[in-house]
């Protein structure tokens, strides 16, 4: 007989840590790896750093293709699911193959979150969430001297930082919707005011973005960013940094429970029997709650995947809440359950 | 350039009727036009061409190729299922080339999309929608995909565009002004939508050369015995012979020659054999099974000492063997295949160039020397196409080789007089004066049949002996490398001449001493110069696509000293590779 086929989407930390439980739980069954980015597993929070140059590319690697070999784990880069057939367990890439799954995990992470308002400039946005993203802004990087970062999440601190340091200008337009998925009150947001200055950030605060012009076609383009109040900022490079949200576009027609993310119970599996998800873009049940909650952060996707993949050999581990973490940056202090210093 | 030594392998691999062999064609006709050399040699595993799996690979470089190589540096798939089977034979960052929209999602595994491994660089193309929009149809998608290939490697598009044009020259205005289309639009997709790999970069300016001629071995051997003065040709088609006989089917007759298809080949020779000695200069070509067939009546040319040339390309064997498969296992059939002693000339050549130049030159020697000459082809050489400048034709020098012709005296004419040379003046039949008896039996010089054994001994000797004497008069075999003591002397010959001379030069061998010994005329091998090599090699290894390793036989007999033999049957042309890795181990 045929082993099982355990198909996992994504190739992040909640997919390379699940998938290295199911191997340890089975030596036999069929595992593959399938992510749409042509890159092999990396960390995501060194990107910062690989952008202005510190660290190079192979420095991010967390797993090389050893790791897969050994536990002969089927990878996939640079492959995306496009759509998933349920009831036949099958998935369908974009570049035309179906792929099918005895069980499935989902562990598709998080895109980077722009809030509605800002929907008519979203050509003009740098984001950053991915290598692919990181390697954009590293290769502009040289030609650009002044950045304006609109929003203010986590990411966008270190992002910041680094390139404070490497000697770009960089402007903070500081925003009510930034800072998730933390919640920002007055208070967190004069602190981080307070802290961005501090690294040598120019911050405006409680003036939020109007519009945003393409005023030259060059290398680089040149914007002006106008706020509400009046104020005109001139950049090379407009960053959006108002955190992530679960990356499950794809999903929306499967016939899975969406909300912010996909739902799934406190043993991580979706409505679909043999289905679970984990890691960012999972939106998990928590019975004394009664109510779902989301992770953004590294740690609990490890910790997700881990349970998932538990879950899927048999196992019927629930998931208890993560408790809160103090993490720093400068002189600003938070508390949260979801991101860890890293 | 990137891979094996400084070339760029490019693979276009589809089903039969997706155009793979074509586009090659192309690439390779526009490739010649920027001024690289080419080596082309295209795979069938069925036995016929024209189903299955079809592989087109070219080697390009700015120096002579010497092999196609192994490892393609970029695979274009017209037929994922059929190219997913090549992977192994891709390098691990190479340029993979594919079509984005197939027309319908595929099983599991059956997309080559999905082994695209971490370190190369894949090009979803949307090869059929960009062909449609070109000619109708998904027909050029092959086309589409060079246009591609001259983005992604920066190479010239009006070479290509002169190479579509050369290449439908004969077809309606409209079908290459859609090909044209189809070739832009290839190009366009990949400068619009892709980064190239800095990579490799083949910076072709506009292209230059026009005197190239792209031709197979079987077609330049063909080429040879026409500019020979070929005057008959008589087989019967057997793979890889067959184009043989296709090209001078369309040729020979606008040059007042005959072309005859026979029952089999022991008709084909019998008709040669009779037109030789009839004074025409006469041809056969076959491969080994059909070889085995012609060696009693080649032996009546022998015995009568009638000059023919032979053409064998061999292929895998013994029996129907691997007929799509290249080998060098006919080398004892060649020298020693025939009843009594029954010495022949063999020559083996080792390129495209050389299959017209030997084949050229091998009727000169056939007629010179009165009997049979062997060419040992194999199936690499006769598919294999190659750039030849338009110089090799014309920088040809005939007349190296001349008969002796007989005049008519008082006395009677003794067509197999005894010389010292072995050679009789020779005369044909209708010749005034000159009338004389030819048999298969043992003869008297005079032709008469005579079976006393101090004839039989005086005509055994002059036979050999007029063999023997092409040594002194044909080129010295070529020597490379160390011209002084050598710790390992590589010995090869035919087809694996390439593989053994970039052995020799591989960077991983560089500082060694090591010497090449490659000769063309294989009997009667060029005993002195061997033994000369032999005496200043530490080891002797005999490179060559048999599994008893038959020259290196030859090669013990004559230096009386064990060589190391590198003969294997890959059924393929040689690895470089491995060679290198042998003369490594020998180094050690
Ligand atoms: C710049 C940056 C800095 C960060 N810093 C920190 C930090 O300091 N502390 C912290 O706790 N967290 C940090 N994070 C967040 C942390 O990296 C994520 O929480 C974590 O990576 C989530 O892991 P995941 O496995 O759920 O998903 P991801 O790592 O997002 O991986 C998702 C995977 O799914 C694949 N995928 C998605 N959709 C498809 C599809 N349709 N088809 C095929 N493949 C698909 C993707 O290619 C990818 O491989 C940071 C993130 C970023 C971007």
Redesign the interface.
Same mark, same amino acid.
């Given at each position: 007989m045929k082993p099982p086929h355990i198909v996992i989407i994504g190739n992040g930390v909640s997919a390379n840590r699940a998938s290295e439980v199911l191997r340890e739980n089975d030596p036999d069954v069929r595992i593959t790896l399938i992510s749409r980015e042509?890159?092999?597993f990396y960390f995501r929070h060194k990107l910062p750093a690989f952008i202005t140059g510190s660290i190079d590319e192979d420095s991010l690697i967390v797993h090389d293709?050893h790791f897969y070999m050994d536990r002969n784990i089927r990878l996939?880069?640079?492959?995306t699911v496009q759509k998933i057939d349920l009831e036949n367990k099958t998935l369908?890439?974009s570049? =035309?193959? =179906?792929?099918?799954y005895d069980k499935l995990l989902i562990c598709s992470g998080g895109q980077s979150h722009i809030p509605e308002i800002y929907y008519p400039f979203r050509s003009f946005f740098t984001t950053l969430k991915k290598l692919s993203d990181a390697r954009d802004i590293r290769k502009k990087l040289p030609l650009i001297n002044r950045i304006v970062i609109v929003g203010g999440d986590l990411t966008s601190l270190r992002l910041a930082d680094a390139l404070i340091r490497s000697g770009r200008e960089v402007s903070f337009i500081l925003d009510d919707f930034a800072f998730w998925p933390i919640e920002s009150g007055p208070d967190i947001r004069h602190a981080l005011e307070t802290a961005l200055k501090k690294v040598g950030a120019t911050v405006i605060s409680g003036d939020p973005l109007e519009r945003i012009e393409r005023i030259s076609d060059g290398d680089p383009p040149e914007y002006a960013v106008y706020t509400r109040k009046g104020q005109q900022l001139r950049a090379q490079m407009v960053g959006a940094f108002f955190g992530f949200k679960p990356d499950v576009d794809f999903l929306i027609r499967s016939g899975l429970d969406i909300d912010r993310g996909i739902l799934v119970d406190d043993r991580l599996q979706t409505t679909y029997p043999d289905v679970f998800a984990a890691g960012d873009c999972a939106q998990v049940y928590a019975p004394h709650l009664n109510n779902y909650w989301v992770s953004i952060g590294w740690k609990n996707a490890i910790m997700l995947g881990e349970i998932a993949a538990a879950n899927m050999s048999g196992s019927e581990q629930p998931v208890s809440m993560p408790v809160e973490q103090r993490i720093r940056f400068s002189d600003l202090q938070l508390k949260t359950p979801w991101w860890h210093a890293l | 350039m990137p891979n094996q030594t400084d070339s760029l392998i490019i693979k276009i691999c589809g089903s039969a009727g997706d155009g793979s062999i074509s586009a090659v064609e192309i690439l390779n006709r526009a490739c010649a036009l920027m001024g690289f050399h080419i080596m082309n040699f295209d795979s069938y595993p069925a036995e016929i061409r024209g189903f299955g799996k079809s592989v087109g690979h070219t080697r390009i470089s700015r120096s002579p190729v010497l092999t196609p190589g192994r490892l393609a540096d970029c695979l274009v798939s017209l037929n994922d299922v059929h190219a997913i089977t090549e992977l192994s034979r891709i390098t691990p960052d190479a340029v993979i080339l594919?079509d984005?929209?197939?027309p319908?999602?595929?099983?599991?595994?059956?997309?080559i999309?999905?082994f695209?491994?971490?370190g190369m660089t894949?090009y979803?193309i949307p090869l059929r929608d960009l062909s449609t929009q070109a000619v109708k149809s998904s027909r050029s998608r092959n086309i589409v995909a060079l246009g591609a290939l001259a983005a992604i490697y920066n190479m010239s598009l009006d070479a290509f565009m002169e190479a579509i044009a050369i290449r439908f020259s004969r077809k309606a205005a409209a079908v290459m002004k859609n090909n044209e289309t189809a070739l832009k639009l290839g190009h366009d997709f990949i400068v619009q939508h892709g980064e190239r790999p800095a990579r490799i970069d083949l910076q072709a300016q506009h292209w230059t050369r026009t005197d190239i001629s792209i031709i197979s071995g079987n077609e330049a051997a063909a080429q040879g015995a026409l500019d020979a003065g070929l005057s008959f040709y008589a087989g019967y088609p057997i793979t890889p012979a067959t184009k043989i006989m296709e090209y001078l089917a369309k040729k020979l007759p606008g040059r007042n020659g005959v072309v005859v298809q026979t029952e089999d080949e022991i008709s084909a020779i019998g008709h040669v054999v009779g037109a030789g000695y009839a004074g025409k200069r006469a041809m056969t070509a076959t491969s080994g099974p059909g070889f085995c067939l012609m060696t009693e009546t080649l032996n009546l040319a022998v015995e009568a000492e009638i000059g023919i040339v032979v053409i064998d390309c061999m292929r895998g064997g013994p029996s129907t063997g691997l007929p799509t498969k290249t080998e060098q296992s006919d080398l004892y059939l060649a020298v020693y295949g025939g009843s009594g002693d029954s010495p022949r000339i063999v020559l083996a050549p080792a390129d495209v160039t050389e299959c017209y130049t030997l084949t050229r030159r091998a009727f000169e020697v056939a007629e010179a020397f009165q009997t049979p000459v062997i060419i040992l082809m194999d199936f690499f050489l006769s598919n294999r196409f190659e750039d030849l400048p338009g110089s090799i034709f014309e920088s040809f020098r005939s007349g190296v080789f001349e008969k002796i012709q007989a005049i008519a005296g008082d006395d009677p004419y003794l067509r197999f007089a005894i010389t010292d040379s072995g050679i009789s003046p020779v005369a044909y039949p209708g010749m005034k004066g000159l009338q004389h008896t030819i048999t298969g039996l043992e003869h008297s010089p005079n032709g008469f049949p005579n079976y006393d054994g101090d004839n039989h001994r005086r005509m055994d000797a002059k036979r050999q002996r007029k063999i023997d004497n092409i040594r002194f008069a044909w080129p010295s075999p070529e020597e490379i490398g160390s011209p002084d003591r050598a710790d390992a002397g590589i010995i090869s010959w035919g087809s694996s001449i390439g593989a053994a001379m970039e052995a020799i030069r591989h960077p991983d061998l560089s500082g060694a001493a090591i010497a090449g010994f490659f000769p063309r005329l294989l009997y009667p091998i060029q005993d002195g110069a061997l033994k000369q090599f032999s005496d200043r090699c530490a080891e002797l290894i005999v490179v060559e696509l048999n599994s008893s390793g038959q020259m290196a036989g030859m090669v013990e007999q004559i230096t009386s000293r064990k060589v190391i033999r590198l003969a294997e049957v890959p059924a393929e042309p040689p690895a470089v590779e491995s060679i290198v890795r042998q003369i490594q181990g020998v180094l050690k």
């Open positions: 042509f890159f092999l293709l996939r880069l640079g492959q369908f890439l570049h =035309m193959e =179906m792929v099918h | 594919y984005s929209k197939p319908d999602y595929v099983e599991e595994d059956h997309a999309a999905g695209i491994q971490p894949g979803g």
